[in-house]
């Protein structure tokens, strides 16, 4: 039995808005494919025979004989999932899609699917093979309770490295070191898709992500920004895992640590020190979800925009990159918004920055709550890519927004187009 793998195309920044790329330093385009079909394709048996397609990247063979055809996808690329499906199923294959989109709207997914898997995959995957081998696929796949961590086997990223060459050459690949969150963010579908009990994976299982990606010259990035620094047991785990990287004495190298202002503010030196002598130099610094980012550019909250000074200065102090990530479009911004973060910028030194448009993406708080409000004025799934208004905002008009989204972008690296040797954190954004 043959399954093939595929990830979707979507539309990045750049591609949304070509000018950008007049003005930001970006050598490397694209990101690593997420790692849901590089977990499920670890699990798959050997009598499948297991094969990976990139839609970005090369043809996904419309017409190859394959028994099952797996499309994993998040919002930004499920009008191009929901399009294969269609032209694989015309052609008599068999189509099963997954992902966090189907995760929140499974109806909407389920005319261009054989089956739609709800939730995390690993818990109903050996179902969907079996019926598949059958001939007989469900229309539904729903995980009954949250995947057990401890037997996982390590994500297949080999599959991704594989199909390296030519300008896609990811520098970094994501590293898994739990599920779930406690949080209660507007903007976010983790709870919603994996549960909100925090649940981690072993410790060696997250130091053989990162040997695998070390063994193939990869770093490893660490994207749990609302945990790995603020639960208290899960801080304890990062610093049994750091402990480990540090006894392999550089064998792993990491990209960055996803966190964000207020865990930089309440996060102790030590904690600071261990983290460099694994080797790690720079946080991404998520923004627009906490009471700091908030309300730091507002002008109207000037203890919060000291705390955003503080953050920042705490992580150059001890020697991690700061790499910022704004979010313009919440209902505390207005048109003044964008000329304090360019302000804030300057004045913190900040070397390396991202900016996206709030998105209310299906299954968040923010997506009912502006649904409730009418608010939604755009349901091309397309256009959800953080780089469009699909929304009406408050304080501005869409088109206010877009212009201030693309200001932030120009005005932040126009004056770095004249550095003749880029950092490595500017020769690495992605966007």
């Not at 709870?191 to 040997?211: I, N």
Request: proline share 8%.
């Amino acid at each position: 039995m043959r399954v093939r793998f595929i990830y979707p195309r979507f539309q990045r920044h750049a591609e949304a808005h070509p000018e950008l790329l007049q003005y930001v330093p970006c050598n490397e385009y694209f990101g690593p494919p997420s790692l849901g079909i590089a977990c499920l394709a670890a699990l798959t048996p050997q009598d499948w025979e297991v094969e990976f397609r990139d839609d970005r990247i090369e043809d996904v063979g419309l017409d190859d004989p394959v028994d099952l055809v797996a499309i994993s996808t998040f919002t930004a690329s499920a009008s191009r999932a929901m399009e294969l499906g269609d032209a694989f199923r015309a052609r008599g294959r068999q189509v099963v899609i997954g992902g966090i989109f189907p995760t929140a709207l499974p109806a909407e997914v389920a005319p261009h699917a054989d089956a739609v898997v709800v939730g995390e995959g690993e818990g109903v995957w050996p179902d969907v093979l079996r019926d598949a081998a059958a001939g007989r696929l469900k229309p539904r796949y729903c995980a009954s309770e949250p995947v057990s961590l401890d037997s996982l086997p390590v994500p297949r990223v080999d599959l991704y490295v594989d199909k390296e060459g030519g300008r896609y050459r990811p520098d970094d690949y994501p590293v898994q070191t739990g599920r779930g969150c406690p949080m209660k963010c507007f903007a976010c579908m983790l709870p919603a898709s994996m549960g909100r009990t925090l649940r981690l994976f072993p410790r060696d299982h997250v130091l053989s992500q990162m040997t695998q990606l070390a063994a193939r010259g990869k770093l490893a990035s660490l994207t749990e920004d609302t945990s790995l620094l603020g639960v208290p047991a899960v801080k304890r785990h990062f610093m049994s895992l750091l402990d480990a990287v540090v006894d392999r004495q550089g064998a792993v190298k990491f990209s960055y640590l996803g966190t964000s202002m207020p865990l930089i503010l309440i996060t102790p030196p030590a904690i600071f020190d261990r983290m460099r002598r694994a080797g790690i130099n720079m946080f991404y610094l998520v923004g627009g979800f906490d009471p700091v980012t908030m309300n730091a550019f507002t002008g109207r909250d000037p203890r919060r925009y000291q705390q955003a000074i503080d953050a920042v200065r705490k992580a150059f102090d001890h020697g991690i990159e700061p790499y910022c990530s704004f979010l313009v479009g919440n209902d505390t911004d207005d048109e003044g918004t964008f000329d304090r973060m360019l302000a804030f910028a300057e004045r913190t030194g900040i070397r390396k920055a991202e900016f996206a448009i709030l998105t209310p993406y299906p299954g968040t708080p923010i997506w009912s709550t502006l649904t409730s409000e009418n608010r939604i004025i755009d349901r091309n799934w397309a256009h959800y890519n953080d780089a469009n208004v699909v929304f009406r905002p408050r304080n501005m008009t869409p088109d206010r927004l877009l212009a201030g989204y693309l200001q932030l972008w120009r005005e932040f690296y126009r004056p770095r187009q004249s550095l003749r040797h880029l950092t490595q954190a500017e020769r690495t954004i992605q966007f």
